[in-house]
């Protein structure tokens, strides 16, 4: 086995740009170089052009108008706009939020920021699968609740939350709805009118786009969402957000979106059979495995287990060339096990053992069946020297075990 080979198996973190994308970039660096705001020359005119085109294009995406998109650094940029500027817009009518435990740290570090500010934030509990319960979120709105925000894609397990469903109960409550969809613009169906989403978080690097921008739709009618903004200065995108825009990354994000629509089918029952190959090499191979999140509802690309006996760091270390994830790549350098399988309800010492492999547009099924092999010689090399694993196959339940110290 050839363990110098390099394989990336963490396209939930950040994709390649695609090389489409890149040629649609390039001219936007050096020939159609302007500013979208100079609009006393042709070189702004041709910029402004360019960023227009790409707004209209991401908005029909995801089934809204170009003039509902905001462009912004990125997805936590956008969640961060959505989040704070609806909470200071609208709080005359309440202060009251709702999120759930398994959101990105872009979604709850804001609600937690706010509660230092004088908000009231309730965090819905998820299921053993990392599904909420809708009739809880129903319970938890309040009259002074102004903004209910819930992830379409979780970014470590891939469990889709059922939007139109709480878009409904938003709708029917009268409070606002936004939804962190990073994760999942361009690989699932994604229509704002019949989801019902008034604010939508999106990012370019999750879909083989470039790095550093993102966009934030903005519901314009029915109802009209108006926020406070984050960013001081210039009064670009309507005077929400700020700053010189990225007309190569907007341009490149339109592309790429235009082109994960165009091959999402496809795409999505190639990575989700390579995915099943991945998991049934380890569920035959070995023993002691366990599947996180809804294996029903998630993302194709997306597979986390856990292997029991064995810590994650560890495994990963057994593992160099492949590139993987143990915990959420965001928050990595934490040896904390991961908030989002302690939200699920699994243990400490599995969620230790976790890694997530999350599959891409180039993966192929030589790299599924050699990462297959490397994560399976290294597990069962880290279980033969656990004393652990040694008293589980004597089957002795662990859990009755009375461990003394000294």
Not at 34 to 54: F, I, K, L, V
Not at 103 to 127: I, N, R, S
Not at 336 to 346: D, H, N, Q
Request: proline letters at 3%; aromatic letters at 6%.
């Amino acid at each position: 086995m050839n363990e110098s080979r390099r394989v990336y198996f963490d396209h939930q973190a950040t994709c390649p740009v695609d090389p489409r994308v890149l040629e649609a970039m390039l001219p936007f660096f050096r020939e159609t170089f302007g500013n979208a705001a100079s609009r006393s020359h042709s070189y702004g005119w041709d910029a402004e052009r360019a960023t227009d085109q790409a707004r209209e294009s991401i908005g029909a995406a995801i089934g809204a108008s170009g003039r509902e998109i905001v462009f912004t650094s990125g997805a936590t940029e956008s969640n961060n706009l959505a989040i704070l500027g609806a909470a200071r817009m609208y709080r005359d009518k309440g202060k009251h939020l709702i999120t759930c435990g398994t959101e990105h740290k872009a979604v709850l570090d804001p609600m937690k920021f706010l509660e230092h500010e004088g908000w009231e934030v309730t965090v819905l509990d998820v299921d053993g699968l990392g599904r909420i319960d809708l009739d809880a979120l129903r319970a938890a709105i309040r009259p002074d609740t102004t903004l209910v925000s819930l992830m379409h894609a979780n970014n470590e397990i891939g469990t889709l939350h059922p939007i139109a469903k709480i878009g409904a109960i938003c709708k029917e409550k009268g409070v606002l709805f936004h939804t962190d969809a990073t994760q999942s613009v361009g690989k699932v169906p994604v229509d704002v009118e019949a989801m019902g989403v008034d604010l939508l978080s999106a990012s370019a690097h999750k879909i083989y786009g470039p790095k550093g921008v993102g966009m934030l739709y903005v519901r314009r009618r029915a109802p009209r969402v108006r926020l406070d903004p984050i960013m001081h200065g210039g009064g670009h995108e309507r005077g929400l957000r700020s700053g010189t825009l990225n007309v190569p990354g907007i341009v490149g994000f339109a592309r790429a979106l235009e082109l994960c629509l165009a091959e999402r089918d496809s795409d999505s029952a190639r990575v989700g059979a390579l995915r099943d190959r991945l998991q049934r090499r380890f569920e035959e191979a070995l023993t002691h495995v366990h599947v996180n999140g809804d294996q029903e509802n998630r993302l194709a690309a997306n597979l986390n287990i856990s292997f029991e006996f064995v810590e994650g760091e560890s495994l990963l270390m057994g593992m160099e060339g492949i590139a993987v994830s143990s915990g959420s790549a965001c928050t990595s350098a934490s040896l904390e096990p991961s908030y989002v399988l302690r939200a699920l309800g699994v243990g400490d010492e599995l969620a230790h053992s976790s890694v997530r492999f999350s599959l891409g547009r180039a993966s192929t099924e030589d790299e599924v069946d050699y990462v297959a092999a490397r994560t399976i010689a290294a597990v069962t090399r880290l279980r033969e020297m656990s004393p652990l694993y040694e008293m589980a196959l004597e089957g002795i339940d662990l859990k009755t075990v009375q461990w003394t110290g000294h």
